[in-house]
């Protein structure tokens, strides 16, 4: 048996706690042996604390979203989506004064092994930038020092690649060739927006240098029970069915 590392790169729970428990026994059966978590742990869903303690028992290297850092300190959220607001407002409740100091801890940029994981952009991390076309993608390559970037931030899986040219587009399997550079985006677990409600991860083989979508349907009716009992906003709830 080889002992190479086979990564789960997850992003974007957003406190889905459902979504979380569902992917983490995909990536099981599917032989991950190692995690890395590309932030916004926390927000929107209604297990926020209890999807912290899950990816902390992973022991794994995890950066900040934007979620995770305004939950984590008591900001103010003057020019946030009023939706993302009242979710944000409602999470920092859920946390203790512990849980948001490892929130606040966490860095903006990480590198795993051979790879490097972000939440936003890798130009200006800090800006919570959103990467859907080429120039922002080209802008990340230029602070890409490894031949895999992972990030995530937009909910919406999708590959860019930089060769003698820059492609992009949706995927669901990649080899890596050494020679190219890849910014990929592995989609939400807990909030995907790209029309296809199942949660969204990568698993990624090391070894045989491979790169694989996997989308995993889960129990989206329990998820929207909990938020409509939290008292969290109803569109929390109902986008969950939709995917988007
Ligand atoms: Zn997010």
């Given at each position: 048996m080889s002992s190479a590392p086979i990564y789960g790169i997850l992003s974007d729970i957003h406190g889905n706690l459902e979504g979380l428990e569902t992917v983490l026994k995909d990536a099981h059966e599917h032989g991950v042996t190692h995690y890395a978590c590309l932030g916004d742990?926390?927000?929107?869903?209604?297990n926020p604390s209890e999807c912290l303690e899950t990816i902390r028992g992973l022991q794994c290297v995890c950066v900040c979203g934007n979620h995770d850092h305004y939950c984590s300190f008591d900001d103010d959220l003057t020019g946030f989506h009023p939706l993302a607001a009242d979710a944000v407002d409602w999470t920092r409740r859920q946390l203790s004064a512990e849980q948001q100091k490892f929130l606040a801890d966490l860095k903006l940029v990480q590198r795993v092994e051979k790879f490097t994981i972000v939440h936003s952009t890798l130009d200006m991390p800090e800006m919570w930038g959103y990467v859907f076309e080429s120039l922002e993608a080209e802008a990340s390559f230029t602070y890409q020092m490894t031949t895999v970037c992972f990030y995530g931030h937009t909910h919406v899986p999708l590959a860019f690649e930089k060769g003698s040219e820059l492609t992009a587009g949706t995927y669901e399997r990649i080899k890596v060739n050494l020679e190219k550079k890849y910014f990929i985006n592995v989609g939400s677990i807990g909030q995907p927006r790209d029309g296809d409600p199942r949660a969204s991860y990568v698993i990624y083989d090391f070894e045989a240098k491979e790169i694989k979508l996997r989308r995993v349907p889960y129990d989206v009716a329990a998820a929207q029970e909990k938020i409509r009992k939290s008292g969290l906003p109803e569109r929390l709830a109902a986008r969950l069915v939709i995917g988007r």
């Open positions: 742990i926390v927000g929107y869903n209604a």
